[in-house]
């Protein structure tokens, strides 16, 4: 047996709640959130807004200028996190913001 044959151990996935809790640290000023995609949040309109939040890369979903989910997440250190259709509930890291979390995320997003 050769070190070649050794399966591959699986990088750990990103949580919902890690996740969560890196957009309230953003929210709340405890982290910086820049935009990583070329156009604004009014140019885009509708579709996948890429932002960086001190390492952690988050696509959300913006439908029709309005904050939807989290699309995908991948964290500096390689570790992953992806939106799927058939995800129960509270698998979507905006999910899980307060009403009024989610309203300041969007605000802090429409003014990158």
Same mark, same amino acid.
């Given at each position: 047996?050769?070190?070649?044959?050794?399966?591959?151990?699986?990088?750990?996935?990103?949580?919902?709640?890690?996740?969560?809790?890196?957009?309230?640290?953003?929210? /709340?000023?405890?982290?910086?959130?820049?935009?990583?995609?070329?156009?604004?949040?009014?140019?885009?309109?509708? $579709?996948? /807004?890429?932002v960086d939040i001190e $390492?952690? =890369?988050?696509?959300? /979903?913006?439908?029709?200028d309005e904050l939807d989910?989290?699309?995908?997440?991948?964290?500096? @250190?390689?570790?992953?996190?992806s939106f799927a259709s $058939? @995800?129960?509930?509270?698998? @979507?890291?905006?999910?899980?913001? =307060?009403?009024?979390?989610?309203?300041?995320?969007?605000?802090?997003?429409?003014?990158?």
């Amino acid at each position: 047996m050769t070190l070649t044959d050794c399966p591959e151990e699986p990088t750990p996935v990103l949580t919902a709640r890690e996740v969560c809790q890196v957009l309230r640290d953003a929210i /709340f000023g405890r982290r910086v959130m820049v935009r990583v995609c070329a156009q604004t949040w009014d140019e885009l309109y509708a $579709g996948m /807004f890429l932002v960086d939040i001190e $390492g952690l =890369s988050i696509t959300i /979903f913006n439908d029709c200028d309005e904050l939807d989910y989290c699309e995908a997440c991948v964290s500096s @250190d390689g570790r992953r996190r992806s939106f799927a259709s $058939g @995800d129960r509930y509270g698998t @979507d890291p905006v999910a899980l913001l =307060s009403t009024w979390e989610h309203q300041i995320l969007e605000r802090l997003l429409k003014a990158l």
